[in-house]
């Protein structure tokens, strides 16, 4: 056999260190925050490095998008709502910042609640192996009447809930991003699994109704999505649904020949989904656009996110 050697390193070809590019340079460090500092002079000075310069690149994309006048979207499931970021989300449809919103089902249940009782978000574990999870009787009539009626008049699942919470004197429901969303005007939708959402467990949920009212907000995603040249899309923590609906969107658009040039898309969860990574960053951007995955806690995140995006446009 053969034998081997340690291999001796005094023939090793070096090069002056002024002479290699680096990543990490002096003008990208932090800068030390001081009491009494602003918020934005805390922003500014995160670390031009990894997720603090993209959670900067992001920022600047959607400034870019509403002085450009270009869309800003919103795609979400529940959980964002669960942990308090409604007010969050409402104060960026109110200063024009989200320009339409795209949800799973179960934000309806979420957003009703809190609109109508001002608390959400039951305890499954106990209550379910009494047969009482989901059973919520409020809940499942008002939504479903509200989807009946709705639809039954030509709208969609997200206008039939906004209009009807905001047309309500539910006592908190400042809190409905279904309601400001109608209020406002801007695209709310909605996009159902049947069988997903306790609301599907009531005596008044319509297959019918729910199934084309989806299908009617997903042809309204599908004109957002067409114009979103130029804008961004966020991903807010749906690792499934949302980026499989937005990544067929991107598909109508393209057929009917829009060009999403210059695209900017953001996913923000826990954990970067394989969906996420690749059906709304990647693939939708890999001619020309830009994609940013920002990791980390949504109740952190996103108003983080939201504040330096409000220093943003406001100076």
């Given at each position: 056999?053969?034998?081997?050697?340690?291999?001796?390193?005094?023939?090793?070809?070096?090069?002056?260190l002024?002479?290699?590019?680096?990543?990490?340079?002096r003008?990208?460090?932090?800068a030390?925050?001081?009491?009494?500092?602003?918020?934005?002079?805390?922003?500014?000075?995160?670390?031009?490095i990894?997720?603090a310069?993209?959670?900067?690149?992001?920022?600047?994309?959607?400034?870019?998008a509403r002085?450009?006048?270009?869309?800003?979207?919103?795609?979400?499931?529940?959980?964002?709502?669960?942990?308090?970021?409604?007010?969050?989300?409402?104060d960026?449809?109110?200063r024009?910042?989200?320009?339409?919103?795209?949800?799973?089902?179960?934000?309806?249940v979420?957003?009703?609640?809190?609109?109508?009782?001002?608390?959400?978000?039951e305890?499954?574990?106990?209550?379910?192996?009494?047969?009482?999870?989901?059973?919520?009787?409020?809940?499942?009539?008002?939504?479903?009447?509200?989807?009946?009626?709705?639809?039954a008049?030509?709208?969609?699942l997200?206008?039939s809930?906004?209009?009807?919470?905001?047309?309500s004197?539910y006592?908190?429901?400042?809190?409905?991003?279904?309601g400001?969303?109608?209020?406002?005007?801007?695209p709310?939708?909605?996009?159902?699994?049947?069988?997903?959402?306790?609301?599907?467990?009531?005596?008044?949920?319509?297959?019918?109704?729910?199934?084309e009212?989806s299908?009617?907000d997903?042809?309204?995603?599908?004109?957002v999505?067409?114009?979103?040249?130029g804008?961004?899309?966020?991903?807010?923590?749906?690792?499934?649904?949302?980026?499989?609906?937005?990544?067929?969107?991107?598909s109508?658009?393209?057929?009917?020949?829009?060009?999403?040039k210059?695209?900017?898309t953001?996913n923000?969860?826990f954990?970067?989904h394989?969906?996420?990574?690749?059906?709304?960053?990647?693939?939708?951007?890999?001619?020309?656009?830009?994609?940013?995955?920002?990791?980390?806690?949504?109740?952190?995140?996103?108003?983080?996110?939201a504040a330096?995006?409000?220093e943003?446009?406001?100076?």
């Amino acid at each position: 056999m053969k034998r081997y050697r340690p291999v001796s390193l005094r023939k090793i070809k070096t090069y002056p260190l002024s002479r290699r590019k680096s990543k990490v340079k002096r003008g990208s460090l932090a800068a030390l925050y001081k009491n009494g500092d602003s918020f934005e002079k805390f922003f500014d000075g995160l670390p031009d490095i990894l997720a603090a310069g993209d959670i900067k690149a992001v920022v600047e994309a959607v400034v870019r998008a509403r002085e450009n006048n270009r869309p800003v979207v919103l795609g979400m499931g529940a959980h964002p709502i669960q942990v308090g970021l409604s007010p969050v989300i409402i104060d960026l449809i109110e200063r024009g910042v989200i320009t339409a919103i795209a949800v799973n089902g179960s934000c309806m249940v979420h957003d009703f609640e809190l609109s109508y009782a001002g608390r959400t978000s039951e305890d499954v574990a106990a209550a379910l192996h009494s047969g009482r999870f989901g059973m919520a009787r409020e809940t499942g009539s008002v939504i479903n009447n509200a989807i009946n009626r709705g639809v039954a008049g030509g709208y969609g699942l997200g206008r039939s809930l906004g209009e009807a919470i905001e047309e309500s004197k539910y006592k908190f429901k400042e809190l409905s991003i279904f309601g400001t969303a109608a209020r406002k005007g801007i695209p709310m939708c909605v996009h159902v699994a049947l069988g997903t959402d306790i609301i599907h467990m009531h005596p008044q949920a319509d297959g019918a109704a729910i199934g084309e009212g989806s299908l009617r907000d997903f042809k309204l995603l599908c004109s957002v999505v067409a114009d979103l040249a130029g804008g961004v899309y966020i991903n807010l923590g749906s690792a499934v649904i949302l980026p499989e609906v937005f990544l067929k969107a991107v598909s109508v658009a393209n057929n009917l020949g829009h060009k999403l040039k210059d695209l900017t898309t953001v996913n923000m969860d826990f954990i970067q989904h394989y969906r996420a990574r690749e059906n709304v960053l990647r693939r939708p951007t890999m001619h020309k656009g830009a994609s940013y995955a920002l990791t980390g806690h949504h109740e952190i995140m996103f108003p983080l996110l939201a504040a330096a995006i409000i220093e943003g446009i406001e100076n």
